[in-house]
């Protein structure tokens, strides 16, 4: 019977300890870029990925609990000779 116990709190043991670096750890790409810098970098990259952030952010603007973002890393790309960007 104590045996039993034992096994089942080193079990809890461990699911705690898993849970917490789980819960700790977050997804790096290995670039030493934060996930906003990511995002600026792709809306900067093109019309469709200027559009894609607009969107994403327009669907947070429902959340009334998300806080508002700083844009001052986007630089969308101008090109005098390009075809105007048609909106899906």
């Not at 034992?6 to 898993?18: D, E, H, K």
């Not at 093109?46 to 947070?60: E, H, K, M, V």
């Not at 998300?66 to 101008?78: D, F, K, L, M």
């Amino acid at each position: 019977m104590r045996a039993s116990i034992t096994t089942r709190r080193s079990w809890v043991a461990i699911a705690a300890v898993i849970l917490t670096l789980a819960a700790c750890s977050r997804a790096d790409n290995g670039d030493g870029l934060t996930d906003m810098q990511r995002e600026d970098q792709a809306a900067s990259a093109s019309a469709t990925g200027l559009f894609n952030f607009a969107r994403a952010q327009i669907s947070q603007g429902t959340n009334e609990t998300s806080e508002p973002r700083a844009i001052n890393g986007i630089a969308p790309q101008v090109v005098e000779i390009s075809e105007p960007f048609i909106l899906m």
